[in-house]
């Protein structure tokens, strides 16, 4: 297993998360731990045009790229951290304590970073 | 459905009106209408519905039963006049089918009936009447500039073809007005009689005589709409303005005590095409307004289609900083704060705000 699904599986194991996925920008999933539940393809679709759309509208109002976007609906939290080339998605569902997951989310998006930079 | 199940129907049904006169309650006028929609007797179920909301106005179930049997009386409607188009043709049955189509928000049925009412009558202005009306609604309430400019060419249109068509040049006259085209505006007003104003039109009338023209290139003005997410001039009638009022007031309030808050930079509170600005925000076309607009359409989006329900609230950080945004349907309050902001607590005024002006608006009944 490679260090990235071996980050992922281990963030797969924080409570509240259901999936998890790393996916350019563009929408090509690196690797993903999603459940069942979750489409590969349409969370990476889903994911990187959230993740474009963002960044598109911060640079037009002088704001540059965002490093983390946090979306609460009605039914489930999303997660998105900035990695460089690529965005770490995490889904969680509706009562996921996000104070609870942040050191793991964080030190998971800063790993894949430097996986990032390295491969 | 056989002969049995029908009697069966049938018997249930006359309990049901013996129950909602003994005891009547949401739920007997909701089964009661159940029972008419499942004989396809949509009028009945819709007449179930309006009796029982009469006694209960504020009734979800009921309400959504009206909705359901008007659609079901409407089609039926529909049904019929196509097929009496289809035998004998007339302006009046195209107009009749137009009104129902534009009265049930069915654009795309209403945009072909119309292109197939004016091949058959090339010389009628009531396609274009419709058809502009129908492509106006949808900018105003997204103005894109696209669904304006369709409009302009409609209402032209249809002016072109009766020079005396008063409903289309006041409606052109009023989104000239209202995209800045001040000028344009009063020369179409202006070829307008003004004997048997209504209060709406003296009202325009009025506000376009006052306004400053900001051009007189309809299509750059429509698409600067667009790109700023504001229209220049407010919605002209004054039941719209005087019913915003009270409520703004409220937010205003609200949103000036959190453009207070520590950390916070830049705040705002937007309802479809209007935006309340505090803070470090010279005006509406700020493009912070421009930036959570998108976002918060692009979080609706990415929620519906996950299936995760309707986006609520969105925190984004850079190195801009921290961007809040709170949101319901249309109604939207986003702050720009510094890192070090109370991101929890600023995210809980927002959501009052949201929340109050929904109140407000009488949506959240």
């Known amino acids: 297993m490679n260090p990235i699904q071996e980050t992922l599986e281990d963030l797969r194991h924080v409570s509240g998360v259901k999936g998890c996925m790393v996916v350019t920008h563009d929408g090509l999933v690196v690797a993903d731990s999603l459940g069942p539940r979750y489409r590969q393809d349409i969370v990476a679709g889903l994911s990187s045009y959230l993740a474009m759309t963002t960044n598109r509208a911060l640079a037009e109002g002088g704001l540059g790229k965002f490093d983390s976007f946090v979306l609460h609906a009605a039914h489930g939290k999303s997660v998105f951290h900035d990695i460089g080339e690529a965005v770490l998605v995490v889904l969680m569902d509706q009562f996921a304590d996000l104070e609870q997951g942040r050191h793991e989310l964080q030190s998971a998006a800063q790993r894949l970073r430097r996986s990032a930079r390295l491969g | 459905m056989n002969l049995i199940q029908r009697l069966k129907i049938w018997k ?69 006049l196509r097929a009496r188009i289809e035998k004998n043709p007339s302006n009046r049955l195209y107009g009749e089918l ?8 069915d654009a795309g049925s209403l945009h072909a009936t119309c292109e197939e009412w004016s091949v058959r009558f090339p010389h009628d202005a009531g396609p274009f009447l419709w058809l502009g009306q129908s492509c106006l609604q949808s900018f105003y309430r997204s103005l894109a500039s696209r669904d304006g400019i369709e409009a302009v060419a409609a209402l032209e249109r249809a002016i072109g073809l009766e020079p005396k068509q008063v409903r289309a040049r006041v409606l052109l006259a009023e989104l000239f007005y209202r995209v800045g085209a001040t000028q344009r505006a009063r020369t179409l007003l202006d070829a307008v009689p003004s004997e048997g104003d209504d209060s709406e039109l003296q009202n325009l009338r009025r506000q376009v005589a006052a306004a400053r023209s900001l051009g007189s290139d309809v299509e750059e003005l429509l698409r600067s709409a667009e790109e700023n997410g504001l229209l220049p001039n407010a919605p ?58 998108v976002v918060a359409k692009a979080g609706h989006r990415y929620s519906r289609r996950l299936d995760v329900g309707s986006f609520k609230r969105g925190v984004i950080q850079g190195p ?6 709170c949101c319901y349907g249309e109604v939207l309050a986003a702050v720009q704060c510094t890192t070090d902001a109370p991101t929890d607590r600023i995210l809980a005024e927002l959501q009052e705000v949201v929340a109050s002006s929904l109140y407000a608006m009488g949506v959240s009944q």
């Open chain 2, 98 to 105: 137009v009104a129902i189509l534009a009265e049930s928000g």
């Open chain 2, 12 to 80: 249930e049904l006359r309990r049901l009106e013996a129950r909602v006169r003994e005891e009547p309650s949401p739920s007997t006028f909701v089964d009661l209408g159940q029972v008419f929609l499942n004989l396809d007797m949509q009028e009945r179920a819709l007449q179930a519905a309006e009796d029982g909301l009469l006694l209960f106005p504020d009734s979800a179930e009921l309400k959504k039963l009206r909705t359901v049997a008007r659609r079901g009386v409407d089609r039926a409607r529909t049904d019929e």
């Open chain 2, 236 to 293: 002209p009638t004054a039941a719209v303005a005087s019913r915003g009022d009270d409520g703004i007031a409220a937010i205003r309030d609200s949103l000036a005590a959190i453009a207070e808050m520590e950390g916070v930079e830049k705040a705002a509170y937007i309802r479809g095409t209007r935006a309340l600005v505090k803070g470090d925000i010279k005006d509406g076309k700020d493009p912070f307004l421009r930036t959570v607009r």
């Open chain 2, 320 to 325: 801009f900083g921290v961007l809040c945004i």
